[in-house]
């Protein structure tokens, strides 16, 4: 991240962008589960991801971006192949047999990814005790949180096993990879640009398992339901072009391990949609879980901001000597 993009980046827009990720990308979880009801995994990844894209290519068109830059195309193919296709594709698999919000714990783990993968930001990262701390309170909330539906599950009395535990986990790590590839590779080009490519990249990704699997086989369009098509379109518009552009946008204005916090903002939104919506019930020990993951989210905020801070008193300082 340069000086001048994080200079050009309005303090609005940045809280703006935060908002969509923190409070769309929870609700994804919800209407994935809601449209995979009614359409196969692969089938609901390609459309979601190639109508995402080709709305966001002609977008580019009508505003005169430009497209075909070789190595731009390169870097957002791989980020999208790891960030869509990898990450946001095993949320769509498990989704099909897991609850909403137990599938959520996935981005629990992210920010511990992020770190140890960001190896720029290794000096930075790992010499704040703040941001550290940070990590650790609110992987201890999302354990908090989801410890029941965890316990049940290695009890084997209805829970989720363990290879399904271990591709959530490879999914975390496939999006910190991914969105760390973005960061540090995709920085020429538009940023609506180099995520038209990665939608129409895993999109495309989706298409062999379509066929593979033969999800089309026997498969009618009419039997879908009106809930199932109108998640589809909130996913398309809201969490792959809204969401995933605000994403993309944040991590070239704001450092990684910031962005991250998401991770644990997602489980909170997406257990209170399973509450209110999926009649699911939360106990004491998941609301505690809910306040530390806060409490852990505005910790690694208030210590990157303390330090820009302090970063901008002393520039003048600096400039005058």
């Keep these: 991240m340069t000086a001048a993009t994080s200079k050009s980046a309005s303090p609005v827009m940045v809280i703006f962008a935060f908002a969509i990720v923190y409070i769309v990308w929870g609700s994804t979880y919800f209407f994935i589960q809601m449209a995979v009801a009614d359409f196969p995994p692969f089938l609901l990844g390609a459309l979601r991801f190639l109508l995402a894209g ?37 949320i769509i698999w ?45 992987l201890a909330g999302v354990i908090m949180l989801f410890s029941e539906q965890v316990s ?29 590839y973005s960061k540090y590779k995709s920085s020429q080009g538009s940023t609506m640009v180099n995520t038209s ?50 994403y993309v946008w944040l991590l070239k204005v704001r450092p990684a391990m910031q962005v991250s916090t998401y991770a644990y903002v997602n489980p909170v939104v997406a257990v209170l949609l399973a509450v209110f919506f999926a009649n699911e019930n939360i106990t004491l020990i998941q609301i505690l879980g809910l306040v530390i993951i ?3 989210v505005l910790l690694i905020n208030m210590a990157k901001y303390r ?15």
Aim: proline residues 3%; aromatic residues 10%.
């Design 54 to 90: 080709i709305f966001m290519t002609a977008w580019c068109v009508i505003k005169g971006e430009k497209l075909f830059g070789i190595p731009n195309i390169k870097h957002a193919v791989i980020s999208g192949i790891l960030l869509l296709f990898v990450g946001n594709g095993i």
């Design 94 to 138: 498990v989704e099909q047999t897991v609850p909403s919000g137990l599938a959520s714990i996935t981005v629990s783990s992210a920010p511990l990814w992020f770190v140890l993968l960001d190896q720029p930001k290794w000096s930075e990262n790992f010499r704040s005790r703040s941001i550290i701390l940070g990590m650790i309170i609110g």
């Design 197 to 246: 490519w990665q939608m129409m990249a895993a999109g495309i990704a989706f298409l062999p398992g379509v066929f593979v699997r033969g999800e089309l086989n026997g498969f009618a369009w009419g039997d879908v339901s009106a809930d199932a098509w109108l998640a589809l379109l909130y996913l398309v518009f809201l969490g792959s072009i809204a969401g995933f552009s605000a």
């Design 152 to 180: 049940a599950s290695l009890e084997g009395n209805g829970g989720v096993e363990m290879g399904t535990m271990a591709l959530l986990i490879l999914a975390s790590i496939a999006w910190a990879a991914g969105s760390l």
């Design 307 to 321: 330090r820009e801070k302090t970063a901008a008193l002393t520039k003048p300082d600096t400039i005058a000597n």
């Design 294 to 296: 806060l409490g852990s």
